[in-house]
């Protein structure tokens, strides 16, 4: 890990330079991957990197965390509250859902409905995912999205959400070559140690959604389906499969 957050922060650099581009943009959510983007970002574009605090009915905890990663490395912010946008969204279409014409199939509106659940809380990294490119636009820089290469793996991230970056500074790394990146980086501690959530409802973490642990995870994608029980290495591949269609282009049907 000696040389990884320089050669990252050059290559981040240099993605910035070849697409005339003139610095980053981060959403600074409080957790680990987003902490150790942040200082990345400040490492390849000194003075050109903003990170945006994005709360939409969330975890004030998770604020507070986002603030304290800012201060510490002394990262410029901006806050939106995304708050007041998802509520009429999420009221406007769940009544357009309502009229849907007799005979389609949609998830009965049930608070313990999960397509109503991931459908709903979806919607909060996608407006993020829109109000960092508003804020990239304004000032011509790139969107540095947070996640790794674990999470990439099997999918676990929105379509057109936090998957809608322009560049994945820790798309190689896995959740524990994160945490050792964070400790050289100077992360605080209480951020490294904190346990990983995407914050989409209260009481959601990653290694609960997903079903299986992070060690579980990496030790399947460095060693294979032989380094885990049968069980997580089927739920693996099956998130695996299910979700190919969020690491590719969108489908294209062939010429003739």
């Not at 986002?66 to 998802?86: C, K, Q, S, Y």
């Not at 992360?187 to 290694?207: F, H, M, N, R, Y």
Request: glycine content about 8%; aromatic content about 4%.
């Amino acid at each position: 890990m000696v040389n990884t957050a320089e050669r990252i922060g050059r290559w981040m650099r240099a993605r910035v330079t070849a697409a005339h581009a003139r610095g980053l943009v981060v959403g600074v959510s409080g957790g680990l991957d987003s902490a150790v983007v942040a200082r990345l970002c400040q490492l390849a574009m000194p003075d050109r990197a903003l990170g945006v605090l994005l709360p939409c009915h969330s975890n004030p905890d998770d604020e507070r965390d986002a603030r304290l990663v800012a201060a510490h490395f002394e990262l410029p912010t901006i806050r939106v509250d995304l708050g007041p946008a998802v509520d009429p969204l999420q009221r406007t279409l769940t009544e357009a859902m309502a009229g849907l014409p007799p005979g389609m199939d949609a998830a009965p509106p049930s608070s313990d409905d999960t397509r109503v659940r991931m459908s709903l809380a979806n919607l909060k990294p996608r407006l993020r995912m829109a109000s960092l490119y508003f804020v990239a636009n304004r000032l011509n820089y790139l969107v540095a999205g947070t996640g790794n290469r674990a999470e990439l793996a099997i999918g676990y991230f929105t379509k057109h959400g936090d998957g809608g970056v322009d560049l994945m500074p820790l798309g190689r790394l896995l959740k524990s070559d994160v945490r050792a990146l964070a400790r050289q980086l100077g992360v605080p501690a209480s951020i490294i140690e904190k346990p990983p959530t995407a914050g989409l409802w209260v009481g959601q973490t990653d290694e609960g959604e997903m079903g299986f642990s992070y060690p579980e995870l990496e030790a399947y994608l460095r060693d294979g389906p032989e380094a885990v029980p049968p069980a997580v290495a089927l739920r693996i591949e099956r998130l695996i499969r299910a979700t190919e269609h969020k690491r590719a282009l969108p489908p294209m049907p062939d010429e003739d």
